[in-house]
């Protein structure tokens, strides 16, 4: 990490107040008070969950969920659903909120199987991290699941929410797949799906396919 200081910093930013503005079931609207670096007090708005748990960490959850089957691709396991916010459908990993008293591991457990019926293994969590820090105070932790395709419970699972579709999307063809799906109907994908289908882009790069060394 890089020790460079702006020459006008003077102070450790701050958080000096938090004042409600409106407030619904699920979330909140905040004015923040506060103390830049140059020392200056500003005033931001952003929006909060009115339902993160005692001493969590952590809103929710994010499930990459790899299904393994005998004789077939691996595949990330995805959903597509209406969001109001947006107008139209989206196309996002499994997730959740954390429910009182519950694990990170525990809840992407249990939302994997709600939402697309598959019961899974938990091989890594991330740290907490945040969503849209510039809005919003949400965090979530990333989880990867595995799941065995081959097993009698996730031959024909059984989602439990109606209006969730499952789609299943080819890990070494994710990117493809998912710009294919933007060609032919209107939905936005989450960052962090997109994100993750340009990593693996990169990760599949060979040596000799960078422009640099063509020549």
């Not at 107040?17 to 905040?30: D, F, N, S, T």
């Not at 938990?122 to 919003?136: E, I, R, Y």
Request: glycine share 6%; proline share 6%.
């Amino acid at each position: 990490m890089s020790g460079f200081k702006h020459p006008s910093a003077t102070t450790t930013p701050h958080v000096v107040k938090e004042e409600a503005m409106a407030e619904g079931k699920w979330v909140k609207l905040e004015r923040t008070t506060y103390v830049d670096p140059a020392g200056n007090t500003r005033t931001w708005e952003s929006v909060k969950r009115t339902t993160r748990q005692l001493n969590a960490e952590a809103d929710g959850v994010g499930i990459i969920a790899i299904l393994k089957r005998t004789l077939h691709k691996d595949c990330i396991v995805m959903v597509k659903q209406f969001r109001p916010p947006l107008g139209c459908c989206s196309l996002e990993f499994p997730a959740g909120l954390i429910d009182e008293g519950e694990s990170a591991e525990a809840a992407a457990l249990r939302e994997l199987k709600e939402e697309t019926g598959y019961k899974g293994e938990v091989v890594g969590v991330t740290p907490v991290t945040c969503l849209d820090p510039g809005l919003s105070n949400c965090t979530t932790n990333i989880v990867m699941v595995n799941i065995n395709g081959d097993d009698m419970e996730n031959i024909h699972p059984t989602q439990q929410l109606e209006f969730v579709e499952v789609i299943l999307v080819p890990l070494a063809e994710f990117q493809t797949k998912i710009d294919e799906l933007l060609k032919k109907e209107k939905i936005v994908v989450d960052a962090k799906v997109y994100l993750f289908a340009m990593g693996m882009v990169q990760a599949f790069f060979k040596p000799n396919e960078l422009p640099v060394l063509k020549q």
